[in-house]
């Protein structure tokens, strides 16, 4: 009995910590887009919160900025000068009684290009980190070095169905070069029920092969299931392979955006596959699902909690960019509004806009955390 509490304490704090730390860092790359353009532009930045609600602790910079750490950890806001809430929300009110000098340093006093730039920096911002940090464990772990193989071919799988020989080597998918056995899992993983044209080097010669991945339940590494495509296609490395490579910097780089891109392409892939009917809403996860993967990584090593950091920061950056009023991309939207008509959407307007946003947000938040719910009562 006591060792079950004692693994139940470690799993709850590996998952606290990691949690804590990777949200920690890809709000704080995300606020802090907005908070540098935003001091670039001219505009007088009140507070920079990590977290919401009662202030924890915090201390005030040179500019008058109040830094500080709330006590609910789940997100963070940068409030700007003439801001009557911390979703930007402005107040027609006081925005009019403002001087001459008050509206020099107000957010919502300045032109739209600054405006935009301002909001759109905090997805930015989580986009570059992400970069950087799969660039620097490249360079630090090298990039991965599995060809893309064809070592095994399941009986009765799509693989054998469609062709592939023991030997093949795929060199591109769809016009996609390529580089390594991972680059050909997680293009076929993303594109379950979709017809794919292989391109594969057999007795070096070009062959070309046509292949629907089957969807189906996979575990990952971390032990948790998704419904992915596959082909049935296996790799052995050789003892003269190895699966680590070093990179240069501009490999490194270059590395970084393709792992960035991969999320991205691959989580339109997610939405799309929703709407047509081969993907799967239960995989939609909440922050407990989070912690829990958190919890994982961590408890794995260092390495797999920053991946870990990367991806989600991409995924919020994604997330912040939706046309949703409340996120970012709400915001951008308005702006794109009042540039097509000359004039700001009305305070009412806008008004309705954010409450529909927060609405939106909402639902998203108790399905998500809905099937975590399920996911851990299933588990």
């Known amino acids: 009995m006591t060792e079950f509490f004692q693994h139940g304490f470690n799993t709850l704090g590996h998952a606290l910590v990691g949690f804590l730390f990777v949200l920690t860092i890809v709000v704080f790359f995300h606020e802090l887009g907005h908070f540098l353009v935003a001091r670039w532009a001219g505009v007088r930045v009140l507070k920079f919160s990590l977290g919401f609600g ?150 070096g010669q070009d062959v070309a092969l046509k292949a629907t991945p089957a969807l189906k339940d996979e575990k990952d590494i971390l032990g948790n299931s998704h419904r992915i495509g596959v082909l049935g296609i296996q790799y052995n490395a050789r003892p003269d392979e190895s699966r680590m490579v070093p990179v240069s910097f501009a490999g490194a780089f270059l590395f970084g955006l393709e792992q960035v891109w991969l999320i991205i392409s691959g989580t339109f892939h997610f939405i799309g596959s929703l709407f047509s009917g081969v993907g799967n809403a239960r995989e939609l996860g909440g922050p407990l699902r989070i912690a829990q993967i958190s919890g994982q990584a961590a408890s794995l090593g260092f390495q797999f909690l920053v991946n870990l950091c990367a991806t989600l920061s991409v995924s919020i950056g994604l997330l912040n960019l939706f046309p949703v009023p409340l996120l970012d991309g709400g915001h951008l939207l308005f702006y794109g509004v009042e540039a097509a008509r000359g004039r700001p959407l009305s305070e009412r307007a806008q008004e309705m806009g954010f409450r529909i946003g927060l609405g939106l947000v909402l639902m998203l938040m108790v399905f998500a955390t809905y099937n975590d719910i399920l996911h851990f009562a299933g588990s």
């Open 54 to 203: 009662p202030e924890l602790v915090g201390f005030n910079d040179r500019h008058g900025t109040r830094w500080k750490l709330s006590a609910i950890p789940l997100g963070g806001y940068v409030k700007f000068f003439g801001d009557e809430t911390e979703a930007s929300t402005p107040s027609a009110e006081s925005l009019a009684r403002m001087t001459d000098e008050e509206r020099e340093g107000s957010f919502h006093h300045k032109k739209i290009g600054p405006r935009a730039a301002i909001v759109a920096a905090g997805p930015i911002a989580n986009f570059i980190l992400a970069v950087l940090i799969f660039a620097g464990m490249a360079l630090y772990y090298g990039k991965p070095n599995t060809t893309a193989r064809v070592d095994a071919i399941q009986p009765e799988s799509v693989a054998a169905a469609s062709g592939f020989q023991v030997g093949d080597v795929v060199t591109s998918i769809d016009g996609h070069e390529i580089n390594n056995f991972n680059d050909m899992k997680q293009i076929v993983a993303m594109n379950a029920a979709t017809e794919l044209t292989f391109h594969v080097r057999r007795d």
